[in-house]
């Protein structure tokens, strides 16, 4: 499955709900979750956060979903795109953007962060009657 | 009085402040004092987005002692925010933050910090500089949200020397 040009994505958010998030996906679709990584807030500082992100991005075309788009999560992963081509954040982050996620990896990376960015819109109704 | 919180957090505009705090005291301004940021405008639109259609200003250390007396007569309510406990010990030097309370809101572990409460990690320095503010009449107390336990300075440090 891993090839050296699917994107990475990393799931960075405030306490439980990177893990919960990434446990969800691996329910819905099991081992196609790798690429995938969780990393929380807690008890890390903005600038321990953005090492992290680095660290599990290496040189690696990836998304940073990110809960909020701004807070600490938000702050360390614009760090982290910063001066680069291969990172982009998508804020906002759902289980309905990540499982696209997980089955276009293959996608160019702008190409990707668009797609994922719509489809969690598109996810987000007000009524029942809209469906 | 127009300057509503003094608050050291190294987050500086996220989550606890702008909804936490700011949906209690309604303030309509932020001053974010930070040497760094106030040269920076790339990183001062990042904040900026998380404060909620609040007005933000960035200043250094320096304007803002020069600033201070103007903004607390200011009509404008304000949350001053400081990333650094030091930063905001030279906003308070020469007795220009008498009778103010700062409000310790988050300080992560890092190196040579030792844990007083879980969102509050201090130097040796650090206490240094708020015992010292304390004395010279500005109280120091720690607190993470509007609705959470308020802490004092000395029982902060108290409970640290008896588990320590």
């Known amino acids: ?131 | 009085m127009a300057i509503i919180l003094f608050r050291v957090d190294e987050r500086l505009i996220h989550g606890q402040v702008v909804i936490g705090w700011g949906n209690q005291l309604r303030p309509d301004r932020y001053l974010v004092v930070d040497e760094k940021l106030a040269l920076s405008d790339w990183e001062q639109d990042l904040y900026r987005l998380g404060a909620a259609g609040v007005e933000v200003q960035f200043v250094a250390p320096e304007v803002a002692r020069e600033n201070l007396e103007a903004w607390r007569l200011d009509t404008a309510r304000s949350i001053l925010l400081t990333r650094e406990v030091s930063v905001m010990g030279r906003l308070a030097e020469g007795g220009l933050m008498i009778g103010e309370k700062v409000n310790l809101g988050g300080v992560h572990h890092g190196p040579g910090r030792e844990e007083f409460l879980t969102y509050l990690h201090l130097t040796e320095d650090e206490i240094s500089e708020l015992e010292k503010m304390n004395l010279a009449g500005v109280e120091v107390t720690a607190r993470d949200l509007p609705d959470t336990h308020r802490v004092s300075l000395e029982t902060l440090l108290k409970s640290k020397w008896k588990y320590s």
């Open chain 1, 1 to 131: 499955m891993s090839n050296i040009l699917t994107v990475r994505g990393i799931v960075v958010g405030h306490g439980n709900i990177p893990e919960g998030l990434l446990d969800a996906v691996r329910r819905i679709a099991g081992d196609q979750s790798e690429g995938l990584t969780a990393i929380s807030n807690s008890g890390l500082s903005v600038e321990d956060l953005k090492i992290k992100l680095d660290a599990v991005s290496g040189s690696d075309p990836t998304i940073m979903f990110t809960d909020l788009l701004v807070g600490s999560c938000g702050i360390a992963a614009a760090y982290s795109c910063r001066n680069t081509t291969e990172r982009i954040v998508v804020s906002g982050v759902n289980l309905p953007m990540l499982l696209e996620f997980i089955f276009h990896r293959d996608l160019p990376l702008n190409e990707l962060a668009e797609r994922v960015a719509d489809t969690g819109r598109e996810a987000i109704r007000c009524s029942s009657a809209d469906i």
